[in-house]
């Protein structure tokens, strides 16, 4: 274990689990060096299905340098519909080629628009739109550019073999494009994609949401300048902070930055009578879904936060220790894919240690940590120990979620390891594994590189 970081840090991911110095390098040199195409978990209803059962048009499209909402917005724009008629089951990053499902309410196939950079496949229809549960995970397949250290990459295959609790292949080496396929495990930590890779902010916004305060929440993200943006970006938000001066904010935020300016435009409206609910109706011009991540990401951060303190504590994360909250694997998952289902849980007594622990070494349970929502119970332990005094050291109690709207979470837990069968070889580098939903690529990744996380893309 070695320290991660500084960029990683500050949204708790504090460790590599791996010693070894990593590759170096890049992600992303070209968009089809990133490849994702979603394991899907839903089933349509033919087109000539009626439209008053199945007002859902549904399809499947391959993306090249398009980030989701984006896309979403420029299919709505498109339609001439709300973007809220868009649905998906996941996120995904701009800079890849990916595949994923979308759901439209209320339209016709030939309606679709012809739009750069996308090929869609027309599926079917269906009575709802998609969620976030019809997607069970993702497969990738990623290719690292200018390796400095591309041999060291077996080493930290084994060190993450080990960390998942097995042991690590003993393939030839010599074989430079030979691909070895081994079962590895990393901290299921929240990638740095979640709170903003270039300006890591969504978990502070959020924060200051589940504790009230709408106006910090507001200035969180209309605020905090970054190195990594344009000046006259900078500027703007420097200006904001200055002088809450609304109006002119409008005019100095660059068009590009259209949430900024629409918080801008709400704030404008109410000028010299700003009140807490006004900063509370700014931040809900944003989308339902933006809305939601940044409570997301503020339970995100003390997840991050959790895990990185067990592994301070030299606490395991492939079996449990008694206090631990286990959950058990989700049996309907897609072949291939192990998928924790944290519906099924179970607190791990002193007596139920031996048999989760069996259950976690076959690949059946799984040890969690919480995202921290109104009813959401916390462990025993010296586990729980860690998961309440994250929560202090954050002044957050369970029932700050209890909020209005798209704010509210009621939380979960989640499994705090994650495991893949991954497939190395070299000439490129290239990494392919699976993932189930909501785990990221970059926490593998970033063990092999050991990079600047903005490398990581």
């Known amino acids: 274990m070695r320290p991660a970081h500084p960029t990683e840090q500050t949204v708790g991911m504090e460790y590599y689990v791996s010693d070894t110095d990593g590759v170096g390098g890049r992600l992303r040199a070209s968009d089809d060096h990133f490849r994702v195409r979603e394991l899907e978990r839903f089933s349509t209803e033919p087109l000539s299905a009626t439209t008053d059962a199945y007002p859902h048009l549904v399809f499947r499209a ?12 420029r ?18 990053d701009k800079y890849a080629v990916t595949t994923q499902l979308f759901s439209v309410y209320g339209a016709e196939p ?7 950079g996308a090929e869609i496949e027309v599926l079917g229809r269906t009575g709802r739109s998609l969620e976030f549960g019809d997607l069970a995970g993702n497969e990738f397949e990623l290719v690292v550019s200018d390796a400095g250290q591309p041999e060291n990459a077996s080493s930290i295959t084994e060190e993450l073999a080990a960390f998942a609790g097995f042991e690590g292949t003993d393939g030839d080496e010599s074989d430079a494009t030979a691909a070895e396929s081994t079962q590895v495990g990393v901290p299921n930590f929240f990638g740095q994609q979640r709170f903003g890779s270039f300006r890591p902010i969504t978990h502070e916004v ?21 190195d990594a943006e344009p000046e006259a970006t900078q500027e703007a938000r420097r200006f904001v902070e200055e002088t809450r001066d609304w109006q002119e904010a409008l005019e100095r935020f660059p068009g590009g930055l259209r949430y900024e300016r629409s918080m801008c435009h709400e704030l404008a409206e109410h000028d010299g009578d700003v009140t807490a609910e006004t900063y509370r109706a700014a931040l809900e011009r944003l989308p339902s879904n933006l809305q939601r991540l940044f409570v997301h990401a503020a339970q ?17 994360f492939d079996r449990p220790v008694e206090g631990d909250v286990a959950c058990f694997v989700d049996r309907d998952a897609p072949d291939g894919l192990v998928l924790p289902d944290t519906d099924r849980e179970q607190r791990v007594t002193g007596r139920r240690v031996r048999s989760v622990t069996r259950h976690c070494e076959r690949g ?46 009621s939380g979960t837990r989640r499994a705090i390891q994650v495991r893949t069968d991954l497939d190395l070889s070299t000439d490129p580098l290239t990494l392919s594994f699976s993932l189930p939903k909501g785990s990221y690529a970059t926490v593998v990744m970033r063990e092999y590189l050991k990079v600047d996380p903005v490398d990581l893309g």
């Open 75 to 92: 299919l709505s724009d498109a339609l001439g519909v709300s973007r809220e008629r868009v649905s998906w089951a996941g996120t995904k």
């Open 364 to 409: 059946r349970a799984f040890v969690t940590a919480p995202l921290v929502g109104t009813e959401t119970e916390l462990a025993d332990g010296e586990q729980g120990e860690i998961e309440r005094e994250v929560l202090a050291d954050l002044d957050l109690e369970q029932a700050d979620f209890d909020l209005p709207g798209e704010f509210y979470s």
């Open 300 to 316: 995100s951060y003390a997840f991050n936060l959790i895990l990185s303190e067990r592994l301070e504590r030299g606490l395991p």
């Open 110 to 116: 030939e309606e679709l628009p012809d739009v750069n």
């Open 206 to 226: 959020g924060l200051e949401i589940v504790r009230g305060d709408w106006e910090g929440a507001v200035m969180a993200y209309l605020g905090n300048p970054n």
């Open 62 to 73: 391959t993306l090249r340098s398009w980030d989701t909402n984006d896309f979403a917005g």
